[in-house]
């Protein structure tokens, strides 16, 4: 089994994230304000650093107002 930090997928819908947040003219620094965390934080989980567990992806979408499940095809 491939560790989800190094996934193609995991790392394509990372960018779908950070693609929603650019076009919503969104800061690091707002969404982390947003989400309560630190912009560090933030910085890691879009750099693959850090990898998100299902709570924190569904409240970055939540953030982002997009749909966690339209993030999720893409691990399909």
């Given at each position: ?5 190094t ?37 890691r ?32």
């Amino acid at each position: 089994m491939i560790k989800t930090i190094t996934s193609p997928k995991y790392a394509r819908m990372i960018g779908w994230l950070i693609a929603n947040r650019q076009a919503r003219g969104m800061s690091i620094r707002a969404l982390a304000e947003a989400l309560g965390i630190t912009t560090t934080a933030v910085h890691r989980v879009e750099s693959l650093e850090r990898r998100l567990d299902v709570f924190e992806y569904v409240q970055f979408c939540h953030a982002l107002d997009v749909d966690p499940a339209e993030g999720i095809r893409m691990l399909k």
